[in-house]
């Protein structure tokens, strides 16, 4: 499967460790930001589709499988696209290349939905899961 979406960035210098390479939990916040931006790329506004409906999502499973090292100022995309869909969570894949086509690593996320009021899980509402699906049908 291909990634139908990807949001460029830079390393900043306060992400990399002393030896002078992205310290590697940081791929997790490259993940969020990706995730973010596809997810307003797909239409959806976390206060409105989400808050606004008295719903949230946390976040299940994280995982990360480095490849190559990211360093201080270099460019890099995110690339994201949906996952498995189930009853009441979704993952995301992302792959996190340099610039250059270099591969430097690949991450997935498991999003669980969860009802604001309860703090307990609960479905993918059926406006999200339309357009969870439709994403993951163009993949």
């Known amino acids: 499967m291909e990634f139908p979406f990807a949001h460029r960035q830079r ?4 992400e990399t460790d002393t030896q002078g390479v992205v310290y590697y939990a940081n791929y997790l916040l490259y ?10 790329a797909l239409g959806i506004v976390y206060d409105r589709d989400f808050l606004g ?4 999502f946390t976040i299940g499973e994280a995982r990360v499988r480095y490849r190559a090292p990211l ?7 995110i ?3 949906v996952g498995d869909i189930r009853h009441s969570s979704w993952a995301f894949e992302y792959a996190i290349d340099r610039a250059d086509g270099t591969h430097c690593a690949e991450a997935s996320t498991i999003q669980v939905m969860i009802d604001r009021a309860t703090n307990k899980v609960t479905r993918i509402p059926d406006d999200l899961r339309s357009t969870l699906e439709r994403a993951r049908m163009t993949d």
């Open 31 to 40: 993940a969020e930001v990706g995730r973010v931006a596809y997810l307003r």
């Open 71 to 77: 360093r201080f100022d270099d460019e890099y995309d």
């Open 79 to 81: 690339k994201v696209r």
């Open 53 to 56: 409906k008295g719903t949230d």
């Open 11 to 14: 390393v900043r210098f306060g």
